[in-house]
């Protein structure tokens, strides 16, 4: 089993940055992918960044390449998602999630309960 617990959302001017955080805890949570994914209202969830736990081999959604990164800390179990120069249309609830990996949702077996980010024009 492995938890997932994400902090970090909060309100943010366009333009702005937040820094995401995903603290995992589990027997096996290190042979996992860690992705990002993010759900706005009346909309799907969608891939925005994964990064291979053991290589740190990371891979984008290709719209956001450039201004979201990706990375892990080992020695705290966590994985963040830095947020620059963010817009309105970043506005979501951003979910945490580990598994076997790739850019869709079905590809990830654990979650985070999500945590609110609201980019103000």
């Known amino acids: 089993q492995v938890q997932l617990v994400e902090s970090g959302g909060g309100l943010v001017q366009a333009g702005g940055s937040l820094r995401l955080s995903c603290a995992a805890s589990?027997?096996?949570?290190?042979?996992?992918?860690m992705g990002w994914f993010r759900q706005a209202p009346g909309r799907e969830r969608e891939f925005v960044a994964r990064v291979n736990w053991s290589s740190n081999r990371s891979y984008y959604a290709d719209s956001l390449k450039g201004r979201f990164i990706i990375s892990r800390e080992n020695a705290k179990n966590t994985v963040y998602l830095q947020m620059n120069s963010l817009k309105p249309e970043d506005t979501a609830v951003y979910y945490c999630a580990a598994g076997r990996g790739g850019s869709s949702a079905a590809g990830y077996n654990y979650w985070g309960q999500g945590t609110q980010v609201t980019v103000s024009s």
């Open positions: 589990g027997r096996t949570f290190s042979t996992y992918v």
